[in-house]
């Protein structure tokens, strides 16, 4: 029996469009163990939240996984039928969309699709789904919970409503969360708020949370484990100090040369030359390439395998490959 609640391997997934094949996934690989923290990044497009959506398998009509698997608990879930993913949303993972406006349904109230959620996954009557309902909402830090149960998603703040999205998100107590942008649409005060209450959450109920963001800021001090992706690829892996003080990969470099600096410096940030690519026309080699100032003619032709670096996380990149066979080399000449 595996250690790991969550394992991806290989996942590819594409969306079959009238201009073609849009690869937005390929061949990526993580394992998460339970009660731990999973921070995914990278630019928009870059198939973060499309892998996320893999897993929970609500991809738009035209998108589907094409191959690879996805092990829950050693079960791979992309061969489940449909009432054996209904059985896994919510009861098992559960997933808190971007904007919380757009996630809930204006014309219910909070306390009543808060209890759709617990009905649907537990077996409580209606009065206790709606003491649980009242509960969660305690849980999650909102005031006043009985009254907020009657209320409408337009009559609260930003920052309610996505706390009433955590709540409706662990109602059923899944074993992993996945947070798709959850702070995207908040004010820096009240982000700090929602990942603060999210940490807090994760260690007072131990589940597994994968963290989808675009802002390596956000998941700086919470994330066990970070792993960088562009062009739908995994470009590094590592932990938080792995990927902040020693990044192997050109790109990871490039996101952390454009963040702001906490220390008032005046340094001008360095943005990532180029536009994002065009994931319709794939390049034969690195993803990153034709933004990559030190791309290698290699780099146009063959996929970087993934490396080892010294330190023991990963990256996909010719550059670190051969700066890790020049290491190599020294190494050996010297023992000469």
């Not at 807090?200 to 792993?227: F, N, P, R, S, Y």
């Amino acid at each position: 029996m595996s250690e790991n609640i969550l394992e991806v391997k290989d996942l590819h997934t594409s969306f079959f469009t009238d201009s073609g094949e849009v690869k937005a996934v390929n061949g990526v690989n993580f394992n998460l163990a339970p009660g731990k923290i999973l921070g995914i990044v990278g630019e928009s497009g870059s198939g973060k939240s499309v892998t996320a959506y893999s897993i929970m398998q609500i991809l738009a009509d035209t998108g589907r996984i094409v191959s690879g698997e996805v092990l829950y608990k050693g079960q791979d879930i992309t061969k489940f039928d449909k009432k054996q993913m209904r059985g896994f949303r919510g009861k098992c993972c559960s997933i808190i969309f971007q904007d919380p406006m757009t996630s809930l349904n204006p014309v219910y109230t909070i306390g009543n699709q808060l209890m759709e959620a617990i009905l649907l996954h537990t077996d409580k009557t209606k009065e206790q789904a709606k003491a649980r309902a009242v509960e969660m909402l305690e849980l999650v830090g909102v005031n006043e919970p009985q009254k907020r149960v009657k209320q409408y998603p337009h009559e609260l703040s930003g920052g309610m409503r996505q706390r009433v999205m955590i709540a409706m998100a662990l109602a059923s107590e899944p074993d992993i969360l996945i947070a798709d942008e959850p702070t995207t649409a908040l004010d820096v005060t009240i982000q700090a708020q929602i990942l603060e209450l999210m940490q807090e959450l994760q260690k007072k109920l131990g589940m597994a949370i994968i963290m989808v963001t675009h802002d390596l800021g956000v998941i700086a001090d919470m994330c066990d484990e970070i792993i960088v992706m562009y062009g739908g690829r995994v470009c590094e892996r590592g932990t938080a100090e792995d990927i902040f003080y020693r990044p192997a990969h050109e790109y990871t470099k490039g996101l952390l040369r454009s963040i702001p600096k906490a220390d008032g410096s005046k340094e001008r940030l360095i943005p990532i030359a180029g536009t994002p690519i065009n994931l319709l026309n794939m390049p034969k080699g690195c993803a990153f390439c034709a933004r990559c100032d030190e791309a290698m003619k290699i780099c146009l032709e063959e996929v970087p395998p993934q490396v080892q670096m010294p330190d023991g996380h990963y990256a996909s990149c010719w550059l670190a490959y051969k700066k890790m066979v020049e290491a190599e080399n020294a190494g050996g000449a010297a023992n000469e």
